[in-house]
Nanobody, 127 residues
Framework: QVQLAESGGGLVQPGGSLILSCAPS????????IGWFRQAPGKEREVLIV????????YYADAVNGRFGISRDITRNTLYLEMKRMIPEDTAVYYC????????????????????WGQGTQVTVSS
C-alpha cells in the first residue's frame, strides 16, 4: 500500500505562482507513473501532467502547457507541480496519483489506471 502526501496548496493571486509537492510513503516512486490531476467545482477531474519516474518522460495537457511544469527531486523521492501565471480558472482541488508500471514509456492519462491517490490539496486563485 502506498500513501501519497500532497502539500503546498493555498490561496494565490491571479498571475501568481504556487508549487505543490507529492511524496510516497513508505515506498519510492521507482516503477511508478505519477500524474497530477485537478477537479474544479462542478467539473470532472482532469489530467494535467504525467511523469514516468523510471523513464523521465512527461505528458502535458494543452490546458496547462506553458504555465505549469513538473520537476522531481530523486534524492527526496518527491515530485513537484510548478504553477505560474495562474488564473481563477485554476481554482480546484489538486491530486497526485501513482500507477505501478515497469514500462519506461508509460504516460497513462486514464484515471482508472491509477492505483493510489493523494487526499487532494485546495488551490484557490483569487484577488
Amino acid at each position: 500500500q502506498v500513501q501519497l502526501a500532497e502539500s503546498g496548496g493555498g490561496l494565490v493571486q491571479p498571475g501568481g505562482s504556487l508549487i505543490l509537492s507529492c511524496a510516497p510513503s513508505p515506498r519510492t516512486f521507482t516503477n511508478y507513473v505519477i500524474g497530477w490531476f485537478r477537479q474544479a467545482p462542478g467539473k470532472e477531474r482532469e489530467v494535467l501532467i504525467v511523469m514516468n519516474w523510471n523513464g523521465g518522460g512527461t505528458y502535458y495537457a494543452d490546458a496547462v502547457n506553458g504555465r505549469f511544469g513538473i520537476s522531481r527531486d530523486i534524492t527526496r523521492n518527491t515530485l513537484y507541480l510548478e504553477m505560474k501565471r495562474m488564473i481563477p480558472e485554476d481554482t480546484a482541488v489538486y491530486y497526485c496519483a501513482a500507477k505501478f508500471s515497469i514500462n519506461y514509456y508509460d504516460l497513462s492519462r486514464a484515471q482508472g489506471e491509477y492505483d493510489y491517490w493523494g487526499q487532494g490539496t485546495q488551490v484557490t486563485v483569487s484577488s
